[in-house]
């Protein structure tokens, strides 16, 4: 069963750039890695979606090494509003397969 | 464009109560999920509908839990008899695609999600 794995939790400040790391040894050939990122009393948002080597868009940048057994989100000059949790979705599991969230990031921007 | 609608926000019933959710997805969307969220915790995928066909449903506890979508548009997931440990988040989401998992086209939009408290 594939699983996904990531720090419980970051602290950084207004301004910095933020690296949130996600394992994914089992990830199957033809998976995308997507993250997502959630505020409380809401679902999760789509934040960035890549395949292999780096994805960027408005928001962030993700880097995915050769193996593909690792992502990165890189997120620029984080501000206050992007304190929140952060998943690393990828397939898991076989045969009738499930989609299942990681455990989650919690970012704490502080001033 | 509207995004995933659920209703209620919020739910409070006694334990062996029924209770109900209910979900509205992104028009034109053909596949749409229900997943649970516990506190402090990522959402688990209790249930995958591609149009009409319930294709992943092994996750969902089917003693108590049920779930349909009409004519492949809005669904509806039960709970009889709700039970303490079913207080949680209920989120819907829905996507274009009727992929497997997370290919291109399987970016999910997710709904407000209904929170749901058995006293």
């Known amino acids: 069963l594939a699983k996904t794995t990531q720090p419980i939790s970051m602290d950084s400040y207004e301004g910095q750039e933020v690296n949130i790391t996600c394992s994914h040894n089992?990830?199957?050939?033809?998976?995308?890695i997507t993250w997502y990122q959630q505020f409380p009393s809401q679902g999760p948002r789509f934040i960035i979606q890549g395949y292999k080597t780096k994805v960027t868009n408005e928001v962030a940048s993700l880097f995915i090494p050769a193996d593909r057994k690792s992502s990165t989100l890189s997120l620029p000059r984080v501000s206050l509003s992007d304190t929140a949790v952060y998943y690393c979705l990828t397939l898991a599991g076989t045969g009738r397969r499930a989609l299942t969230f990681g455990s989650g990031t919690r970012l704490q921007v502080q001033p | 464009e509207a995004g995933v609608v659920q209703s209620p926000r919020y739910k409070i019933i006694e334990k062996k109560q029924p209770v109900a959710f209910w979900c509205n997805p992104i028009s034109g969307h053909n596949t749409l999920y229900w997943y649970l969220q516990n506190l402090g915790q990522g959402p688990e995928l209790l249930i995958r509908y591609e149009n009409e066909e319930a294709v992943d449903d092994s996750q969902l506890p089917k003693d108590r839990f049920s779930a349909e979508r009409l004519k492949g548009v809005d669904s509806t997931l039960k709970i009889q008899p709700a039970e303490l440990g079913d207080s949680a988040v209920y989120l819907c989401a829905s996507s274009p695609g009727t992929g497997t998992g997370t290919s291109s086209t399987d970016t999910q939009y997710f709904g407000p999600g209904t929170r749901l408290t058995v006293l």
């Open positions: 089992n990830i199957a050939t033809n998976d995308y």
